[in-house]
């Protein structure tokens, strides 16, 4: 590989880590903000804040899942071909075109909250909560504009900045308004609504933040080895080129991405429909969805952030990959995306299903903790393919096939409101069903996903390579998780269950390490991806985890 080309992927992957180290601060505070919110409201008061977050992530991926990496894409695939001032009109362009989308979509939240409501049973009240978390979908459509064109420069540091302003004001404003409304003595569903103005405030602030770091982000520093002779006399593109340039590009990252929020939005209707027709009650349901939602799917979504900034810092540089026919290149860092996100997924996957009720029993109550559990046991195996999605669909999406996940979202979506209305339905099922239908819904996707690249990119990864070291040590730290985990209770029988449960997780951390090396399951040429790549592999060959090697 070339020092050019060295370096190039070097600055996507210190991207990912900046934006992997950001979404993981953001995701434990808003458990931090969950837990207290669940031990103030109960099971009952979280399923109207629910479904209010449940409809804000709708919108908020309709208004910005596809528009920020259209952005990022074109911004890179500019600066590929030198065109530098195409680059500048584009952000322009998007920025107003953002805040158009983003004010529909503030609209209709507002207009629609009570039918939206309304539409779960026994959660009616939840208007509130739907109508003040709306203006939120105007605010982060601008940030997205900005967010887009700093990664389209493979700048992840002022989107990681900004996501952490968001969520400590979510955390501490919102928290804040919810200990006022408990001390007034608001009853459950207005106190959710109440939590939810810190997130609004949050997403303000963090807009700003983007907004100011404009005037000090200097474009000619990325673009230096961009700049051609001529480059300033290069002609751009008019506004109407660059808007359905746009809508071709996010209209279908949009749809693909949407799919899943708005499946997740009925499954939720079926859900609760559902578990009414085998007997349960609005207080039951309210319970039983509550407790999932909270406890389970918070813990859940804690490991795809771990992947998402792959995903988000590979689109663009993949994308000018893909402009500049660099094809070795291309496959170099589809098979590195592949192997790095298997080796995320599948450890928490393995071990949050294995630890289940000791890792929800360090946050939540002990009779919340136990419900959730089998579910979050079963919930965790759909961590593997959700990675695995997400690699994929930026694979296709990096190569101009944006239509393409939208076909496979569709058939994952559909198995999952079927499934889901078929195993919720069966007494001895009920609740368990939903978790089953999520594990099926992303096996599907992962599974269309890889005849589509195989068949529209000619590309077939070795799967050998890239899953079997990371599964075989994921199961190996899985078995760690569990024999830890017992044996503290066999030597310290009801003492420090907690601190227990952390020496369990890092005892299965060591083993899957020490496995994955064993196994050969990391590369030289993966760690030479890393920033610093070159001198922490010397280290692992000092050390005895690797042996020298050359490539």
């Known amino acids: 590989m070339k020092t050019s080309a060295k370096k190039s992927v070097n600055l996507v992957f210190a991207g ?14 808003g458990a931090l903000l969950k837990v207290p919110l669940q031990h103030s409201l109960g099971d009952d008061g979280m399923a109207y804040y629910n479904v209010a977050n449940k409809l804000y992530v709708l919108l908020f991926t309709i208004s910005t899942a596809g528009l920020p990496t259209a952005l990022a894409l074109m911004t890179s695939r500019a600066r590929a071909q030198g065109n530098l001032k195409e680059a500048k009109k584009i952000f322009r362009v998007a920025l107003i075109f953002f805040c158009a989308v983003g004010l529909l979509g503030t609209l209709l939240m507002m207009l629609f909250c009570r039918p939206l409501a309304s539409s779960y049973k026994g959660l009616d009240d939840a208007w509130l909560a739907i109508l003040l978390i709306a203006p939120t979908v105007v605010l982060i459509s601008v940030s997205s504009a900005f967010r887009g064109y700093y990664q389209g420069y493979q700048h992840m540091i ?7 302003i968001e969520a400590v004001c979510k955390l501490s404003i919102g928290l804040g308004f919810a200990n006022y409304a408990i001390s007034k003595g608001y009853p459950l569903w207005r106190v959710a609504a109440y939590s939810v103005v810190g997130l609004t405030v949050g997403v303000a602030l963090g807009m700003v933040f983007l907004i100011v770091y404009r005037f000090f982000f200097n474009e000619k520093v990325y673009n230096a080895e961009y700049m051609r002779p001529g480059w300033e006399k290069m002609p751009v593109s008019d506004t109407k080129k660059i808007v359905i340039d746009l809508l071709l590009v996010c209209v279908p990252i949009t749809l693909s991405s949407s ?4 499946t997740d939005v009925f499954d939720g209707m079926i859900v609760n429909g559902r578990l009414a027709s085998i007997g349960y009650d609005e207080n039951a349901i309210r319970t039983v969805t509550g407790n999932y939602e909270t406890l389970a799917l918070t813990m859940f979504k804690l490991p795809p952030t771990l992947i998402a900034p792959i995903t988000a810092a590979i689109v663009p540089h993949l994308s000018a990959l893909v402009s500049s ?33 000791p890792i929800l029993s360090l946050l939540f109550n002990d009779s919340s903790s136990r419900m959730a559990a089998p579910l979050l046991s079963v919930v965790s195996i759909a961590i593997i393919f959700l990675g695995v999605v997400s690699i994929t669909g930026a694979i296709l999406q990096a190569h101009r096939h944006q ?3 939208i076909v496979s979202m569709a058939a994952g979506g559909f198995v999952k409101l079927i499934s889901s209305f078929i195993l919720v339905g069966i007494p001895s099922v009920g609740m368990m069903g939903s978790p089953i239908s999520t594990v099926l819904c992303y096996l599907t996707i992962m599974i269309v996903n890889f005849l589509f690249i195989k068949k529209l990119l000619n590309y077939t990864p070795d799967l050998r390579s890239i899953f079997l070291a990371p599964l075989l040590s994921a199961t190996l730290c899985g078995f760690a998780a569990l024999g830890a985990n017992k044996l503290w209770e066999i030597v310290l029988p009801g003492r420090a269950v907690k601190v227990g449960t952390l020496v369990s997780i890092a005892a299965a951390g060591v083993v899957y390490v020490v496995a994955l090396f064993l196994l050969r399951g990391i590369r030289k040429s993966d760690i030479l991806l890393l920033p610093k790549g070159q001198q922490i592999y010397r280290l692992l060959c000092r050390v005895h985890l690797m042996k020298e090697e050359t490539v």
């Open 158 to 164: 002022p989107t990681a900045v900004s996501e952490i």
């Open 325 to 357: 026919d660099r094809k070795t290149e291309v496959i170099t860092t589809m098979d590195s995306s592949l192997r790095v996100v298997s080796m995320i997924a599948m450890p928490c996957a393995i071990g949050l299903s294995a630890l289940s009720y």
């Open 259 to 262: 799919v899943m929020s708005l």
């Open 16 to 29: 990912a880590l900046i934006l992997t180290l950001g979404n993981l601060l953001v995701k434990v505070i």
């Open 403 to 405: 239509w393409i996940p």
